[in-house]
């Protein structure tokens, strides 16, 4: 039965209740951490990836993950995880996530440690910085969306304004105890598809696939807020291809990511 009233759980209070390595323990889903009939994508990635970390110790920083949505998440999740190969420098891990349904979640997580090189290159395009949000006007979502725990200025989108770029300052509420990844790949799933944008208000979506690469080695930020770039480069035959960055409040580049979403119009 759907809580009347769902209460707040901090994301660092669920990854607790997940362990260590793999099979972990179930993670019992608040009705605040999920988005229609499933958990929150950004959830069971921080889920996955806190699983894959903790697998064996001393493992050097992610670099990328490979995130497949198979199916819908919820009731008991239980992350478990193999590790696939682990050399000198780089770790390849599985993680899985399986709610009472079933598989809802396939990972391969590949943790790098940085190499020396005299090879540098920079080529991307950066979003229009709106400015830091203050204290005043903050929105957050209703209690029953895991928006509830989150904050952000205005709507996450406007169906009223056609475009296939959406940008927003996101940031969570609680943060206190919270491993920076876990909370980078949350955060990197906080807006809606931006193929939305093009879509009547009443379109169903559904992200099927996610590819996050982690570029910077200092994950930190001021406050709290990240700014979320989306932008839909292709969508026909009910398909849309999206690319994706994270940025900090210095505008310096955390993660770029690629996502397909299915779409119904």
């Known amino acids: 039965m759907t809580e009347k009233h769902p209460q707040s759980i ?24 999920t988005q229609g009939r499933t958990a929150f994508g950004g959830l069971s990635g921080a889920i996955a990836y806190h699983a894959a970390s903790h697998i064996e110790t ?5 670099r990328s993950a490979q995130i497949a949505f ?24 599985q993680s899985e996530i399986f709610g009472d349904k079933g598989l809802g979640l396939h990972c391969n ?38 928006t509830s725990n989150m904050e952000y200025v ?5 169906t009223s304004i056609k475009t296939n770029r ?12 919270l491993d920076p990844m876990a909370e980078i790949l949350c955060m990197c799933d906080s807006l809606p598809p931006s193929v939305m944008g093009l879509l009547d208000k009443n379109a169903m979506v559904s992200s099927m696939n996610w590819q ?7 994950l930190t930020t001021q406050d709290g807020w990240w ?39």
């Open 154 to 158: 205005g709507k996450r989108i406007d």
């Open 10 to 33: 901090a994301l660092a209070d669920l990854l607790d209740q997940c362990g260590a390595g793999g099979p972990g323990n179930p993670v019992a889903l608040p009705q605040s951490w």
């Open 70 to 93: 198979t199916g819908p998440l919820f009731g008991a999740l239980t992350a478990e995880t193999t590790m696939l190969r682990r050399g000198k420098n780089t770790a390849f891990v």
């Open 166 to 177: 959406l940008t927003r300052w996101m940031r969570l509420k609680q943060r206190a105890g």
């Open 109 to 146: 997580f590949i943790f790098a440690a940085p190499r020396p090189t005299d090879v540098r290159t920079y080529d991307i395009d950066e979003p229009d910085f709106p400015p830091l949000p203050g204290d005043a006007d903050l929105h957050s979502g209703p209690p029953q969306y895991f």
């Open 212 to 218: 996050v690469n982690i570029i910077a080695e200092e």
């Open 227 to 265: 700014l979320i770039d989306s932008r839909t480069h292709h969508a026909d035959h009910g398909a849309s291809s999206q690319y994706m960055s994270i940025w900090n409040s210095r505008r310096e580049l955390i993660a770029t990511a690629m996502q397909s979403v299915a779409y119904y119009a």
């Open 58 to 62: 001393g493992l050097p920083p992610l």
